[in-house]
Antibody, heavy 119, light 108 residues
Framework: EVQLVESGGGLVQPGGALRLSCAAS????????MNWVRQAPGKGLEWVSYISSNGYTTYYADSVRGRFTISRDNAKNSLFLQMNSLRAEDTAVYYCARDTGNDGYNDYWGQGTLVTVSS | SYELTQPPSVSVSPGQMARITCSGDALPKKYAYWYQQNSGQAPVLVIY???KRPSGIPERFSGSSSGTMATLTISGAQVEDEGDYYC???????????FGGGTKLIVL
């Protein structure tokens, strides 16, 4: 059974940093591209970042480029999102999601982890 | 940055046809995908590659795409179909992924 479990969310002050993790199981993690997607309270889904299966290629939404860094450890079946210079508008539930590849879609999602940026 | 545009809401009576549109400049070259989301839950895929329906999704859900617009159609909408629907695709280079702004479907 495919499972994605996010962790690392919490309350952080504006300008602070947080590192999210996503533990993957039930599939060959190293064979899949991955994404982070977020949803602010009462708002729509927003794609945040993408990473290729080998980690060499990454893409970011304009809203986070230069502040967030996506990475992965295929040996540990883990996906990460380092978030720096956090702003109030980064407050959201953050989901990791498995990508089917070839400009495909996210077929499996985690349960999400809440990040709150507030003083 | 690339954008997909959806109407904020669509309202139909039970049994009527509901159509939700998604417009984007790259849609002639890139597939559209459709997700359904009920409050607080992870999204569920209802249509992939413009027109295909995953197993377990009712036959009343269908998709189409023409030019810069993709359309999700629910033939004979049911009360249980209420929720938020999002289209998803990539820009023409395949770099930026993007969700549409979401459409709230109201069936009453």
């Amino acid at each position: 059974e495919v499972q994605l479990v996010e962790s690392g969310g919490g309350l952080v002050q504006p300008g602070g940093a947080l590192r999210l993790s996503c533990a993957a199981s039930g599939f060959t993690f190293s064979g899949y591209e991955m994404n982070w997607v977020r949803q602010a309270p009462g708002k729509g889904l927003e794609w945040v970042s993408y990473i290729s299966s080998n980690g060499y290629t990454t893409y970011y939404a304009d809203s986070v480029r230069g502040r967030f860094t996506i990475s992965r450890d295929n040996a540990k079946n883990s996906l990460f999102l380092q978030m720096n210079s956090l702003r109030a508008e980064d407050t959201a539930v953050y989901y990791c999601a498995r990508d089917t590849g070839n400009d495909g879609y996210n077929d499996y999602w985690g349960q999400g982890t809440l990040v709150t940026v507030s003083s | 940055s690339y954008e997909l545009t959806q109407p904020p809401s669509v309202s139909v009576s039970p049994g009527q046809m509901a159509r939700i549109t998604c417009s984007g400049d790259a849609l002639p070259k890139k597939y559209a995908y459709w997700y359904q989301q009920n409050s607080g839950q992870a999204p569920v895929l209802v249509i992939y590659e413009d027109t295909k329906r995953p197993s377990g999704i009712p036959e009343r859900f269908s998709g189409s795409s023409s030019g810069t617009m993709a359309t999700l159609t629910i033939s004979g909408a049911q009360v249980e179909d209420e929720g938020d629907y999002y289209c998803y695709s990539t820009d023409s280079n395949g770099n930026q992924r993007v969700f549409g702004g979401g459409t709230k479907l109201i069936v009453l």
